[in-house]
């Protein structure tokens, strides 16, 4: 079926400075470059070390001393070496892990130039983990550092086989979403490939890379008795109205859970970034407005704010998005720390925005996050629920924001990359 033809051009008022940070994050990934094979081997062997408790260990690869300065113990960051890494643990596990993964924020404001410089795919139902094979083994670990599955795999290294191509430092490391339903890892990015890393290439060649380079090894081929689960790449289309539609509306073998977009010029940086978004609604996605540990919508949106030595509270972004204070007093009687995660209720006063920009909330405090959170809810996460309870975001805007002049400037790049 064809997309509706939508003529009128559209754009919605912002609430965000969601633009500006996509173009900073452009700007800053190609005035920083790091060193790509680094990260990716450190990441490789935390993967396979941090808190392994296998009969037989999974030896950890070898990394040069010269590679590896030595370093003071100070706060947690997402750039530990391995030696640091591998000897953190609980929470501050959970944490080095979710800093590693490139986390879409939510889309509040439709970016510039989407049928040009975006790629959209549905976003498979599961959960997100990290898949490093290396060793002659493999293992996934879910953002909070706990093993999914350690198992046999025909990836490159990732199971005791002779491997003509392979060698020790022949690891990959893929960006996986596990959809429980089929078992199968639906592969969603590549970040190293037989060792080579890919960090700081644009996710128009990595999509390349991982469409030409997977079906190779026999990795997506059906299970086995020796391959207990199947990887898969999913459809991706350029984001014109055409590939939009069909990532919307078109089946696939797995349940949806939104769409994803990936900015066609951005690297794989880990941690929170606007150019990856993700966007949701009732046709595309069982889970779009939050709801409790039973399933049930709450009758009020609930928030997930960081306690700073100040009393404000904020979200986790970098920089943090100021939503509220809380008063001295009561922050000393109610035996609140630093760092703190807390719950509140949204009020009837809602929130508030003034140029794009968040003025003020009301705040209704309900305790104490749960222990297993790591870390605060993202102010795109938490403007996005917002907008989904009031104003949404919907597919039609989407759509019409492309406009069909930018549909035929596109044309001959349309390309769709499937399993």
Known sequence: MAPPDLRRPFKRTAISDQQRRRELSLQRQSQ????????????????????????????????????????????????????????????????????????????????????????????????????????????????????????????????????????????????????????????????????????DCTAEFRFFWLNSKLAETGACDAPSHYYKFRFSTVPVYNCDQRGLYSAYIESVPYAKDGLLFYNKHAHYQTGNTPLALVWKDEKCSQYVIDTDSKGQVLSQQQVVLELQEDGKLSTSDDPPVIFGCLDGEFIQKSGLQSGSLLKFAIGNGGLSFVDGKLEKSDLNYLGKSNRARMFADSYSKVIFQYMVRHTPLKFDDLLASISPSDDEENKPCDVEMVD
Not at 87 to 92: F, N, S, T, V
Not at 115 to 142: L, M, Q
Request: aromatic letters at 8%.
């Open 32 to 199: 920083n470059r790091r060193d790509a094979q680094q990260q990716a081997r450190c990441l490789a062997s935390s993967v396979l070390s941090l808190q392994s408790q296998y009969p037989d260990p999974v030896p950890e690869l070898e990394i040069e001393p010269e590679s590896q300065p030595q370093q003071e113990a100070g706060p947690l960051t997402k750039d530990l070496d391995i030696r640091q890494a591998s000897k953190l643990r609980g929470p501050e596990v959970r944490k080095w892990f979710a800093s590693q993964l490139m986390l879409p924020e939510w889309m509040i404001d439709v970016p510039d130039r989407l049928s040009h410089d975006w790629y959209v795919f549905a976003r498979p139902a599961g959960k997100r983990c990290i898949v490093v094979s290396s060793n002659g083994t493999t293992v996934s670990r879910e953002r909070n550092g706990s093993i999914l599955h350690h198992f046999p795999s025909a990836l490159p290294s990732g199971a005791r086989t002779k491997d003509p191509s392979g060698s020790a430092q022949s690891y990959c490391i893929l960006d996986c979403i596990f959809h429980e339903l089929d078992q199968t890892y639906y592969v969603i990015d590549m970040v190293c490939w037989r060792g080579y890393s890919l960090y």
